[in-house]
């Protein structure tokens, strides 16, 4: 598995990266060597251990969801430089 006949060349063309010959034969290497840990780590016998998402457990913490003083319609527009009809008035940036 530590060669995986993966093409850095050829995946940076798909990219359209333009990489240097010496930047593909890096690359390249920099990634055999990330096959050859793969392979090292498939060696690791890991039946005995529970599948799982996490490596610590996780715990969602959620405050209760109370109302508060906000914004009026009013307040929100208050410093607005343009605005009408009770909305923000901005300049067009798709034409």
């Given at each position: 598995?530590?060669?995986?006949?993966?093409?850095?060349?050829?995946?940076?063309?798909?990219?359209?990266?333009?990489l240097?010959?010496?930047?593909?034969?890096?690359?390249?290497?920099?990634?055999?060597?990330?096959?050859?840990?793969?392979?090292?780590?498939?060696?690791?016998?890991?039946?005995?251990?529970?599948?799982?998402?996490?490596v610590?457990?996780l715990?969602?913490?959620?405050?209760e969801?109370?109302?508060r003083?906000?914004?009026?319609?009013?307040?929100?527009?208050?410093?607005?430089?343009?605005?009408?009809?009770?909305?923000?008035?901005?300049?067009?940036?798709?034409?």
């Open positions: 598995m530590a060669d995986q006949g993966f093409d850095v060349a050829y995946v940076a063309k798909l990219a359209r990266l333009c240097s010959e010496e930047e593909a034969r890096l690359f390249q290497a920099q990634l055999a060597d990330v096959f050859a840990h793969v392979d090292k780590l498939r060696e690791v016998d890991v039946s005995g251990v529970e599948a799982a998402a996490h610590v457990p715990f969602n913490v959620y405050r969801d109370e109302t003083p906000w914004f009026t319609p009013e307040g929100a527009l208050e410093n607005a430089p343009r605005q009408a009809n009770g909305l923000f008035i901005v300049p067009k940036v798709v034409e």
